[in-house]
């Protein structure tokens, strides 16, 4: 059992938030997730990544007995030592991303859609090539009606005319929340995902598991799309320095930024305190 004082359940993002400018995590916060592991407090891995990047996540979050994938619509369960074992699996019918990217663009002008469709490790994004984005190596120029032929994991759209903040707003002035979630991650690119998905519903699955209440909770992020649980967590809501200031506005605390460790600085004294 965790000892008196400290939260039931720890959930950190990754980018920008763990994971350091240069796309590595240090050996110092490796140690301090294994810390705060071995005090009997579950870790968790809250990412927009798609489960193609398990891997990936794994290796930057070693401690990780849960990963919230996909921004919450994938949850996987590291603890059976039989091996990873998913919890939730939710998708976006291509016909229903279809009509919500025609009725944006009809608002926005043309867009740059991409879409996550594949789950096995490293497979491509598919759809419109973009120059902004930053991953080339996972990419698969695709024809639109093909991309939206099938379901999918997630969504990615993006306009010149319209920084992303601003595209956001719009997106969620006319997709209805029950057709489709809308966010932004920090990739430049409004991300569209199933109904009801978010990093706080995909924790609850993990939560409701453990038996842990969101007031027992304590949450990293840097982004948007770490807002839903930066409100549904309830012993508190850490932002990193560099963080959105929407995200700064709502945290409890902000430690320093990615670059200098702040997620590792930050649970280093909780533990020692």
Not at 5 to 10: A, D, F, M, Q, S
Not at 84 to 112: C, F, H, M, N, Q
Not at 225 to 233: R, T
Not at 253 to 267: K, P
Request: proline content about 7%; hydrophobic content about 45%; glycine content about 8%.
């Amino acid at each position: 059992m965790p000892r008196p004082g400290l939260p039931k359940l720890v959930a950190t993002d990754l980018d920008g938030t763990l994971v350091r400018s240069d796309d590595t995590v240090s050996e110092f916060t490796h140690q301090v997730l294994d810390r705060v592991r071995a005090a009997g407090i579950p870790v968790v891995g809250a990412t927009g990544r798609g489960p193609r990047l398990a891997e990936l996540t794994r290796n930057d979050i070693r401690a990780a007995d849960y990963l919230v994938m996909a921004g919450g619509g994938r949850v996987i369960d590291q603890s059976d030592p039989v091996g990873p074992v998913v919890l939730r699996d939710e998708r976006l019918s291509g016909a229903v991303l279809a009509t919500l990217i025609t009725e944006l663009e009809a608002k926005v002008g043309p867009l740059t859609v991409m879409v996550e469709a594949l789950d096995s490790p490293d497979s491509p994004l598919w759809g419109d090539f973009d120059p902004f984005w930053r991953y080339p190596d996972r990419f698969e120029q695709r024809a639109r009606a093909e991309c939206l032929s099938g379901d999918v994991i997630k969504a990615f759209a993006r306009t010149a005319s319209h920084d992303v903040d601003t595209l956001l707003a719009t997106a969620r002035e006319i997709v209805p929340p029950d057709l489709a979630s809308v966010t932004q991650a920090g990739l430049g690119f409004v991300e569209i995902v199933p109904p009801g998905v978010d990093k706080a519903s995909g924790l609850s699955v993990v939560a409701d598991l453990l038996g842990v209440d969101p007031a027992e909770v304590l949450v990293f992020g840097d982004m948007p799309n770490d807002i839903p649980m930066f409100e549904w967590a309830g012993w508190g809501r850490v932002a990193v320095s560099n963080a959105h200031p929407t995200v700064r506005l709502l945290a409890d605390e902000v430690t320093l930024r990615n670059d200098d460790d702040g997620v590792a600085v930050y649970l280093d004294r909780l533990l020692s305190r």
